[in-house]
Protein backbone atom coordinates (compact mmCIF):
# COMPACT_ATOMS: atom_id res chain seq x y z
CA UNK A 1 0.00 0.00 0.00
CA UNK A 2 1.35 3.56 -0.89
CA UNK A 3 1.10 5.85 2.03
CA UNK A 4 0.35 9.46 0.58
CA UNK A 5 2.21 12.10 3.08
CA UNK A 6 -0.03 15.21 4.30
CA UNK A 7 1.57 18.37 4.14
CA UNK A 8 4.01 19.59 6.19
CA UNK A 9 2.24 20.76 9.48
CA UNK A 10 3.34 23.79 10.89
CA UNK A 11 4.56 24.01 14.32
CA UNK A 12 2.40 24.67 17.24
CA UNK A 13 3.55 28.51 18.06
CA UNK A 14 3.15 31.08 15.84
CA UNK A 15 5.75 32.08 13.76
CA UNK A 16 7.18 35.09 11.78
CA UNK A 17 7.09 34.40 8.07
CA UNK A 18 10.80 33.86 7.67
CA UNK A 19 10.65 31.62 10.12
CA UNK A 20 7.59 29.53 8.59
CA UNK A 21 9.54 29.11 5.28
CA UNK A 22 12.83 28.16 6.82
CA UNK A 23 11.04 25.62 8.71
CA UNK A 24 9.00 24.26 6.08
CA UNK A 25 12.48 23.92 3.77
CA UNK A 26 14.52 22.46 6.36
CA UNK A 27 11.75 19.63 6.69
CA UNK A 28 11.34 19.43 2.49
CA UNK A 29 15.11 18.97 2.54
CA UNK A 30 14.84 16.89 5.67
CA UNK A 31 12.39 14.56 3.99
CA UNK A 32 14.33 14.47 0.69
CA UNK A 33 17.65 13.51 2.86
CA UNK A 34 16.11 10.65 4.54
CA UNK A 35 14.60 9.28 1.87
CA UNK A 36 18.09 9.41 -0.39
CA UNK A 37 20.42 9.00 2.73
CA UNK A 38 18.63 7.37 5.43
CA UNK A 39 17.79 8.92 8.80
CA UNK A 40 21.71 9.55 9.50
CA UNK A 41 21.97 12.29 6.83
CA UNK A 42 24.26 15.03 8.22
CA UNK A 43 21.92 17.72 9.86
CA UNK A 44 24.69 20.11 8.56
CA UNK A 45 23.96 19.35 4.87
CA UNK A 46 20.20 19.55 5.01
CA UNK A 47 20.82 23.04 6.76
CA UNK A 48 22.98 24.04 4.02
CA UNK A 49 20.45 22.88 1.29
CA UNK A 50 17.57 24.53 3.34
CA UNK A 51 19.22 27.74 3.01
CA UNK A 52 20.11 28.62 6.45
CA UNK A 53 22.42 27.82 9.18
CA UNK A 54 22.55 24.61 11.67
CA UNK A 55 21.81 27.08 14.39
CA UNK A 56 18.39 27.96 12.49
CA UNK A 57 18.13 23.72 12.32
CA UNK A 58 18.28 23.45 15.94
CA UNK A 59 16.43 26.31 16.95
CA UNK A 60 13.58 24.68 15.34
CA UNK A 61 14.30 21.01 15.76
CA UNK A 62 16.82 20.65 19.08
CA UNK A 63 17.97 17.11 18.18
CA UNK A 64 17.78 14.40 15.13
CA UNK A 65 14.92 12.69 16.34
CA UNK A 66 12.75 16.31 16.93
CA UNK A 67 13.24 16.38 13.10
CA UNK A 68 12.43 12.83 12.37
CA UNK A 69 9.35 13.06 14.28
CA UNK A 70 8.34 16.53 12.66
CA UNK A 71 9.09 15.35 8.81
CA UNK A 72 7.14 11.75 9.53
CA UNK A 73 4.24 13.57 10.62
CA UNK A 74 2.37 13.32 7.57
CA UNK A 75 2.45 9.42 7.37
CA UNK A 76 2.03 8.76 11.04
CA UNK A 77 -1.41 10.88 10.46
CA UNK A 78 -2.08 8.31 6.98
CA UNK A 79 -1.16 5.27 8.89
CA UNK A 80 -3.96 5.59 12.34
CA UNK A 81 -6.05 6.70 9.50
CA UNK A 82 -5.53 3.56 7.93
CA UNK A 83 -5.59 1.60 11.30
CA UNK A 84 -9.31 3.28 11.50
CA UNK A 85 -10.21 2.23 8.46
CA UNK A 86 -8.96 -1.43 8.99
CA UNK A 87 -10.99 -1.48 12.45
CA UNK A 88 -13.98 -1.78 10.46
CA UNK A 89 -12.74 -4.87 8.15
CA UNK A 90 -14.29 -7.83 7.93
CA UNK A 91 -11.43 -10.28 8.38
CA UNK A 92 -9.48 -8.47 11.55
CA UNK A 93 -6.23 -10.95 11.38
CA UNK A 94 -5.75 -9.59 7.74
CA UNK A 95 -6.79 -6.24 8.78
CA UNK A 96 -4.09 -6.56 11.53
CA UNK A 97 -1.27 -8.04 8.65
CA UNK A 98 -2.53 -5.51 6.26
CA UNK A 99 -1.70 -2.58 9.05
CA UNK A 100 1.23 -4.20 9.68
CA UNK A 101 2.71 -3.98 6.10
CA UNK A 102 1.65 -0.67 5.78
CA UNK A 103 4.05 0.03 8.73
CA UNK A 104 6.81 -1.86 7.24
CA UNK A 105 6.42 0.08 3.88
CA UNK A 106 6.57 3.10 5.78
CA UNK A 107 9.60 2.40 7.57
CA UNK A 108 11.07 0.82 4.55
CA UNK A 109 11.31 4.60 2.48
CA UNK A 110 13.49 5.87 4.94
CA UNK A 111 16.95 3.89 5.51
CA UNK A 112 17.67 3.76 9.12
CA UNK A 113 13.53 4.38 10.11
CA UNK A 114 12.95 0.92 11.43
CA UNK A 115 16.45 0.99 13.17
CA UNK A 116 15.44 4.25 14.84
CA UNK A 117 11.99 2.89 15.96
CA UNK A 118 13.16 0.07 17.35
CA UNK A 119 15.68 1.89 19.37
CA UNK A 120 13.28 4.13 20.80
CA UNK A 121 10.79 1.31 22.16
CA UNK A 122 13.00 1.60 25.20
CA UNK A 123 12.60 5.28 25.74
CA UNK A 124 8.99 6.13 25.91
CA UNK A 125 9.96 9.76 26.31
CA UNK A 126 11.95 10.28 23.17
CA UNK A 127 10.07 13.07 20.71
CA UNK A 128 10.23 10.18 18.11
CA UNK A 129 8.32 7.43 20.60
CA UNK A 130 5.63 10.10 21.68
CA UNK A 131 5.02 10.78 17.97
CA UNK A 132 5.64 7.73 16.45
CA UNK A 133 6.24 4.29 17.90
CA UNK A 134 3.90 4.99 20.97
CA UNK A 135 0.52 6.25 18.92
CA UNK A 136 1.40 3.16 16.03
CA UNK A 137 1.65 0.63 19.27
CA UNK A 138 -1.30 2.40 20.53
CA UNK A 139 -3.50 1.91 17.18
CA UNK A 140 -1.86 -1.66 16.43
CA UNK A 141 -2.89 -2.61 19.99
CA UNK A 142 -6.29 -1.68 18.87
CA UNK A 143 -6.55 -3.90 15.71
CA UNK A 144 -4.74 -6.76 17.55
CA UNK A 145 -7.39 -7.29 20.57
CA UNK A 146 -10.13 -7.37 17.74
CA UNK A 147 -8.71 -10.10 15.96
CA UNK A 148 -7.86 -12.06 19.66
CA UNK A 149 -11.57 -11.03 20.64
CA UNK A 150 -12.69 -13.21 17.26
CA UNK A 151 -10.62 -16.02 17.75
CA UNK A 152 -8.42 -15.27 14.66
CA UNK A 153 -5.16 -14.22 16.61
CA UNK A 154 -3.51 -16.26 19.25
CA UNK A 155 -4.56 -14.86 22.86
CA UNK A 156 -0.39 -15.04 24.27
CA UNK A 157 0.53 -12.31 21.02
CA UNK A 158 1.36 -8.97 22.52
CA UNK A 159 1.60 -5.67 20.28
CA UNK A 160 5.16 -4.87 21.91
CA UNK A 161 6.29 -8.04 20.42
CA UNK A 162 4.58 -7.66 17.03
CA UNK A 163 6.42 -4.45 16.77
CA UNK A 164 9.53 -5.14 17.26
CA UNK A 165 8.86 -8.03 14.69
CA UNK A 166 7.21 -5.44 12.38
CA UNK A 167 10.53 -3.41 12.64
CA UNK A 168 12.75 -5.98 12.17
CA UNK A 169 10.84 -7.18 9.48
CA UNK A 170 11.68 -3.59 7.66
CA UNK A 171 14.74 -3.67 8.87
CA UNK A 172 15.18 -7.00 6.86
CA UNK A 173 13.81 -5.39 3.67
CA UNK A 174 16.02 -2.35 4.23
CA UNK A 175 18.79 -4.72 3.91
CA UNK A 176 17.62 -7.17 0.76
CA UNK A 177 16.93 -4.33 -1.61
CA UNK A 178 17.21 -6.88 -4.31
CA UNK A 179 14.33 -9.24 -2.89
CA UNK A 180 11.27 -7.38 -4.04
CA UNK A 181 9.15 -10.66 -1.97
CA UNK A 182 10.93 -10.96 1.25
CA UNK A 183 8.23 -8.33 3.27
CA UNK A 184 5.30 -10.20 2.01
CA UNK A 185 7.25 -13.86 2.57
CA UNK A 186 8.39 -12.84 6.31
CA UNK A 187 4.79 -11.30 6.80
CA UNK A 188 3.36 -14.83 5.57
CA UNK A 189 5.44 -16.20 8.07
CA UNK A 190 4.23 -13.94 10.69
CA UNK A 191 0.58 -14.37 9.92
CA UNK A 192 1.29 -18.20 9.99
CA UNK A 193 2.19 -18.01 13.69
CA UNK A 194 -0.75 -15.01 14.64
CA UNK A 195 -3.22 -17.49 13.78
CA UNK A 196 -5.40 -19.29 16.53
CA UNK A 197 -5.11 -22.78 16.98
Known amino acids: MAIETAPAQTPPRPMRADARRNYERLLAEARTAFTQHGTDASLEDIARRAGVGIGTLYRHFPHRTALMGAVFQGEMCALLARSRQLAEAPRPCHALVDWLRAIIDHASTYRGLA ?11 SELSRGCHLPLREAGSELLARAQRA ?3 RPDVVIADLMQLTNAIALAVEQSPDDPELADRLLALTFTGLKAR
Open 115 to 125: RALMACSADES
Open 151 to 153: GAV
